[in-house]
C-alpha cells in the first residue's frame, strides 16, 4: 500500500484529500505545520507528498527545495495562488505537479495515481532486477537512486548521486573538472567549475572513511579527479 503525507494547513482541505485518497487505497497522514511536515518528509518513508504552499512554520517552496535535496519523491504542490510565475518556481524546484485549488478530488486521485505509477516505472518497481554498482563497502543503485556505505544508507543530492554513479562507472580513468561538469551540469564550465570541486568535497565526507585518505574518489593534482577501484 503507498503511502502518502499530506502537508496542508486547512483542515478540512486535508481531510478532503485523505478520505478519496484513503477510498482509492491508500495510506494517508497529515501534518498541518510546514517545519514538521518537513521533518517527517525527510526521516519517514513516503511514496508521494502532498504540497500546500502557504504553510505555518515554513512554506511549501522551501520545504519542496528541501525534499528534493535527498529525495526523488513525487511531490504535488496545491495552492489557491493561480499565476503562472508561482507554477514555474514550484515546477523549478522540483515539484511533479502543480495543482490550483479549488480542484476536483477525483482530479487529485488521478493525478496522484499517475505520479506513483510513473515513479514505480522509474525505479523499476522491482520488476527487473536493479542495476547496482558495488566497490569494497560501497552500493551504487543506480535503479533506486540509493547508496549505502558499509550497509549504513546515505543521502545524496540529484548531483551528488549523477556525480558519484558517473566516476564509479567510469573507474581509473581521470576526468577533469570542466568533463566533470559538463557531463554531470550538461553544460559549459564558463568558469563554474568550482562546483565540482563542493561536489567532490560533499561526496567524500559521506563515502570516505577518512577524506584526508580517499580510498575511492582520488584527486589528481593539476587534473582533475579518478575512481579507483
Known amino acids: 500500500m503507498s ?18 485518497l484513503e477510498l482509492s487505497g491508500f495510506e494517508v497522514e497529515i501534518e498541518h505545520q510546514g517545519d514538521v511536515g518537513l521533518k517527517r518528509a525527510l526521516t519517514e518513508d513516503y511514496d508521494l507528498f502532498i504540497l500546500d504552499l502557504m504553510l505555518p512554520g515554513m512554506d511549501g517552496f522551501e520545504i519542496c527545495r528541501e525534499i528534493r535535496r535527498s529525495k526523488n519523491t513525487p511531490v504535488l504542490m496545491v495552492s489557491a495562488k493561480k499565476d503562472d510565475i508561482d507554477k514555474i518556481r514550484g515546477l523549478g524546484l522540483g515539484a ?5 485549488k479549488p480542484f476536483s478530488p477525483s482530479e487529485l486521485v ?3 495515481k499517475a505520479h506513483l505509477a510513473r515513479y514505480e516505472r522509474l525505479i523499476g ?6 542495476d547496482v554498482i558495488e566497490i569494497r563497502g ?8 540509493r547508496v549505502w556505505v558499509n550497509g549504513e544508507e ?13 566516476l564509479a562507472q567510469n573507474p581509473n580513468r581521470v576526468f577533469t573538472k570542466d568533463e566533470l561538469f559538463k557531463e554531470i551540469w550538461d553544460m559549459e564550465s564558463i568558469g563554474d567549475i568550482a562546483t565540482v570541486t563542493v561536489h567532490i568535497k560533499k561526496i567524500r565526507e559521506k563515502i570516505e572513511f577518512n577524506t584526508a585518505k580517499p580510498q575511492y574518489i582520488e584527486t589528481i593534482w593539476g587534473v582533475g579527479y579518478r575512481f579507483k577501484v
Open 96 to 100: 511533479d505537479d502543480y495543482i490550483t
Open 154 to 166: 546515505k543521502n545524496f543530492t540529484t548531483k551528488e548521486f549523477d556525480l558519484l554513479t558517473f
Open 138 to 145: 560501497l552500493k551504487i543503485d543506480k535503479t533506486a537512486r
Open 3 to 20: 503511502r502518502i503525507l499530506i502537508i496542508e494547513d486547512e483542515t478540512e482541505i486535508a481531510d478532503l484529500e485523505r478520505d478519496y
Open 110 to 112: 488521478a493525478r496522484v
Open 125 to 130: 518497481s522491482g520488476i527487473q532486477e536493479n
